[in-house]
């Protein structure tokens, strides 16, 4: 069973930086992407970031407007999500997903979540 990690949520200023991460580990297989989603009190869970860990591509939602960055480690199993200029409306719990595809399956393990409080 693949598990997840999640840490690097905390209580930031508005306008503020923090950097997630998100650590893979079990048989997490070549061929999957690690995506971050949000959750705020009140909403639905949304999607954030996602980065492919063989290829390394990377899709974002619209309304980031270029604030946050996703990246991989090194050892492709960790991913980070670096969050700039946050605002008020960020403040939700992040969760990080795991998915991986074959013909006929999806796989789909997420993690606990962490909690991000974006506060003047």
């Known amino acids: 069973q693949v598990q997840l990690v999640e840490s690097g949520g905390g209580l930031v200023q508005i306008g503020g930086s923090l950097r997630l991460s998100c650590a893979a580990s079990?048989?997490?297989?070549?061929?999957?992407?690690l995506g971050w989603f949000r959750q705020a009190p009140g909403k639905e869970r949304e999607f954030v970031a996602q980065?492919?860990?063989?290829?390394?591509?990377?899709r974002y939602a619209y309304f980031l407007e270029g604030r946050f960055t996703i990246s991989r480690a090194n050892d492709k199993n960790t991913v980070f999500l670096q969050m700039n200029r946050l605002k008020s409306e960020d403040t939700a719990v992040y969760f990080c997903?795991?998915?991986?595809?074959?013909?006929?399956?999806?796989?789909?393990?997420w993690g606990q979540g962490t909690l991000v409080t974006v506060s003047s």
């Open positions: 980065i492919g860990l063989d290829d390394g591509s990377t």
């Open positions: 079990g048989p997490t297989g070549s061929s999957y992407t």
């Open positions: 997903r795991y998915e991986s595809q074959s013909p006929g399956i999806t796989v789909q393990i």
